[in-house]
């Protein structure tokens, strides 16, 4: 299997730009990602935090993983949900605190699965990890 090589280029307050390149072939996509902060934090509260974003862009990633590998198995997947927290504060990734370190220094992730096993299409399971 080829190496995915994933360029992406963020210009803040327009647009996202991706490059991806897949053997010889280069496909480049363009799109809107909306980021803002609570009232709390002195903003408008129109889209998520980055954080937020942050964390949906994880659990989708993993939703990939979950969802691929029991359809190439022949399990159908009938509920997948996955839940995502750290604690992150804000004197930190504000520079007011300097002894509170900006970003996440651990996140957790739950995930719950519903996989609906049919008896003649289905493989073993003892090596999921």
Not at 6 to 13: A, I
Not at 15 to 39: M, V, W
Not at 83 to 94: D, K, N
Not at 98 to 110: A, F
């Amino acid at each position: 299997m080829e190496v995915i090589i994933l360029c992406v280029k963020t210009v803040v307050g327009r647009r996202l730009h991706i490059d991806c390149t897949l053997g010889d072939k280069k496909y480049s996509r363009y799109f809107q990602i909306h980021a803002d902060e609570p009232n709390k934090l002195l903003d408008g509260n129109t889209a998520p935090n980055p954080q937020e974003l942050l964390m949906a862009a994880l659990n989708a990633c993993m939703s990939v993983g979950y969802a691929a590998n029991p359809a190439a198995m022949g399990i159908k997947l009938e509920k997948l949900e996955i839940e995502t927290e750290g604690p992150v504060g804000p004197p930190g990734f504000l520079g007011l605190d300097s002894t509170i370190k900006p970003g996440y220094e651990k996140v957790h992730t739950w995930a719950t699965l519903n996989l609906r096993l049919h008896r003649k299409n289905s493989k073993s399971c003892t090596n999921w990890s």
